[in-house]
């Protein structure tokens, strides 16, 4: 009995940054659902409200910012507060400098709302800087969005003089930051920066989420910064659902106010931090040719495959007959137009073909990106043997 335990492996998904279910508080969320409808307040919760978003929520985020509550804005998701944005605060052919590669839903509302979208290349310390200060030369943008925290998908952390420059960029050429920052808190290594709101507050939009910190399906996303701005987005909110979910951000309201957002997050930390070092050695052994960002937090880690590598002969080389190939799985899958973006982010090389090229580009969904589709964890935090099967039969076909 013992023995099957400690070979047991659950299997984690590599596809998207989805969290761990067993990351979920269920009985705690359970608890603070049954306290927000069956208290007095009940009622209220159920009942259309304001669209800036439950107010006891909007105003402990906004003592914690130490900003006050009309800068905060909640909504379900930090997704549907970037739509907001779209809606409310850019005007179609507006310019929007992103990092690239970058989250591509966001490209997808960027381009739903006619936004001419610039890629500023990543370094392992954020933006390039060289590669914006010359884009702002040419233009400036309404906003820079950015990931400076464990960024979706590089895994990248903005140095601290990165941040300083970004925002001192952003106060000089007049442009808002749009610092969107879900994975801030899931920092498993290495101290704390400074988030870009705190150096640059009036030109700072800041995005986060509890997707990560409690579970996606509360929806509870939130704004903070500039109240004028944010009011806009409320009247774009308004005009959309009139109240955003307020049963889900009740509940958060109260995980908040009992205290238990802090124990859950150094939950969270040590369940994900292990795995991310694991990861990391399993690469280092057993992929030493590829490159990646060693990422401080978060849930991205991204591949880059060496020069020469073509996506074309990688994809043939896993789909041949017999052999460790077999078990390789690489999306997309051929005739799958959309690839699937990955926490474990295999890119080829830019340059190395067409499609490796296109990689390089802000368009995150470019065919040169490939993933490995599933992996599995054993217990004790080292990657399982279908996964390390995997990289080895990566590696054999990067060989070939
Ligand atoms: C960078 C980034 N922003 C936003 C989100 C989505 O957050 P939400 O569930 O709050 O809409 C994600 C989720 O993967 C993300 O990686």
């Keep these: ?43 209220q919760v159920l009942q259309y409200g304001k669209s800036t978003g439950f107010a006891p929520l909007r105003e402990w985020l906004a003592a914690r910012q130490g900003v006050g509550a009309d800068q905060v804005l909640l909504g379900n998701g930090s997704l549907q507060i970037i739509e907001f944005i779209g ?27 006619g936004a001419r979208i610039v890629g500023i290349p990543m370094t392992p310390d954020g933006p390039d800087l060289a590669a914006l200060e010359g884009a702002l030369a040419r233009q400036t943008p309404k ?3 950015t990931i400076p925290d464990f960024q979706n998908p590089s895994g990248a952390t ?14 000089r050429h007049g442009f808002w930051i749009l610092e969107d920052a879900p994975y801030r808190p899931l920092r498993y290594r290495g101290a704390q920066l400074p988030a870009l709101f705190d150096l640059a507050p009036e030109r700072t ?38 109240t955003p979910n307020l049963v889900g951000e009740a509940t958060v309201y109260e995980f908040c106010r009992r205290g238990w957002l802090e124990p859950q997050l150094d939950r969270l930390r040590a369940l994900y931090g292990p795995r991310l070092a694991a990861t990391a050695a399993a690469l280092r052994a057993h992929l030493p040719e590829a490159a990646w960002i060693e990422p401080d937090g978060g849930f991205f880690l991204s591949v880059t495959l060496p020069e020469g590598v073509t996506c074309a002969a990688l994809r043939a080389r896993a789909a041949e007959g017999a052999g460790p190939q077999r078990r390789l799985r690489l999306l997309p899958r051929p ?40 992996g599995a964890w054993s217990e004790g935090a080292t990657l399982c043997p279908t996964r390390l099967r995997s990289l080895r039969a990566l590696r054999s076909a990067l060989r070939a």
């Design 1 to 43: 009995m013992t023995a099957a335990r400690t070979t047991e492996t659950r299997t984690i998904d590599f596809t998207r940054g989805v969290p761990a279910t067993e990351s979920f508080p269920l009985e705690q969320v359970a608890e603070c659902a049954a306290a927000a409808i069956g208290g007095p307040g009940g009622a």
């Design 87 to 113: 809606l409310a605060l850019l005007e179609p052919g507006d310019t929007v400098f992103v990092e690239s590669p970058t989250y591509d839903r966001t490209l997808t509302l960027l381009r739903r709302h």
């Design 143 to 145: 906003f820079f969005y």
């Design 158 to 171: 903005a140095a601290l003089p990165v941040r300083r420059r970004l925002a001192e960029l952003a106060e």
């Design 205 to 242: 939009l800041q995005l986060s989420s509890f997707t990560k910190q409690i579970g996606p399906g509360v929806r509870v996303g939130s704004i903070v910064g500039d109240a004028a701005a944010l009011a806009r987005l409320a009247k774009a909110a308004e005009d959309t659902y009139i």
């Design 335 to 374: 005739g799958r137009r959309r690839p699937l973006p990955a926490p474990a982010l295999l890119r080829a090389h830019p340059g190395a073909d067409r499609r490796g090229r296109r990689a390089a580009g802000p368009r995150r969904r470019a065919r040169g990106e490939w993933s490995v589709e599933r």
